[in-house]
């Protein structure tokens, strides 16, 4: 996989500074260059065309959320926001940022975050068709979900099933449904693909949660979790699903 260019923006040096030091077990980030503000930004963004930006929200001038607007479409890097308020997470995800960090950086919650980053940038460098195949990433094992100001991590293998809606899903993890920003092929390609199985163009399941399935009309079918939970298997996915499951 090739280095993620990386641009810091943020008014405080002192902040800039623990970004580099939080981003110096990474070898496979390049910090590019350093700004102090959105100006600063978008002069840099024109010369470097970084595949990131870590991000300051309140800044002299244009603040984060206004540079972001600012921005071509297009143009846009992978995105991580670094700032000391909390308030503003629901709306930085809607500004389609990868991820969230409070200051001061904890240097754990931050791994996530590049883990994070690294299976987007991973999905980006995907090889076209007739291009060598890549080695394969490891499965994601866990996932951090946003509940309110907070992000839970969720692990993989307690995920019962998955359903798509929108550029979201739903993570169902017992009584529990975590919504997450991720669209549900994306979050297919970070997946042990032994563990999960897609039975329908909007839900994923974990094989290890299936009691039984129940064929039903027109080629359709039925599956039925643990729990009691009745998933609906569709014609298009039944032979994938058979031979996953191993039935006859």
């Not at 995920?159 to 993570?171: L, P, R």
Request: hydrophobic share 50%; charged share 25%; proline share 5%.
């Amino acid at each position: 996989m090739s280095t993620i260019r990386t641009l810091l923006v943020d008014d405080e040096v002192l902040a800039r500074l623990a970004l580099r030091q939080a981003l110096a077990p990474h070898p496979d980030v390049e910090i590019v260059g350093e700004c102090g503000n959105a100006a600063e930004a978008m002069q840099a963004m024109a010369a470097l065309a970084p595949d990131l930006m870590f991000l300051d929200i309140r800044m002299p001038g244009l603040d984060g959320f206004m540079l972001l607007h600012e921005l071509k479409p297009d143009a846009l890097p992978m995105v991580v926001f670094a700032t000391a308020y909390g308030e503003h997470a629901l709306r930085a995800f809607d500004a389609d940022a990868l991820d969230y960090i409070l200051k001061p950086i904890d240097q754990a919650r931050f791994d996530q975050a590049l883990a994070r980053v690294r299976r987007h940038w991973g999905a980006r460098q995907a090889p076209g068709p007739g291009a060598p195949a890549a080695k394969a990433a490891v499965p994601a094992q866990r996932i951090s979900v946003r509940v309110g100001e907070h992000m839970r991590v969720v692990a993989t293998e307690a995920i019962d099933w998955i359903e798509a809606d929108g550029n979201y899903v739903h993570i169902h993890v017992g009584a529990q449904a975590y919504l997450h920003r991720e669209t549900l092929s994306g979050l297919l390609a970070t997946l042990d693909p032994a563990r999960f199985l897609r039975i329908h163009r909007g839900t994923l399941v974990n094989v290890e949660r299936i009691r039984e399935i129940h064929p039903l009309f027109q080629g359709n079918a039925e599956v039925v979790l643990h729990d009691g939970t009745r998933l609906n298997l569709s014609r298009r996915f039944r032979a994938h699903a058979r031979r996953a499951l191993g039935i006859a």
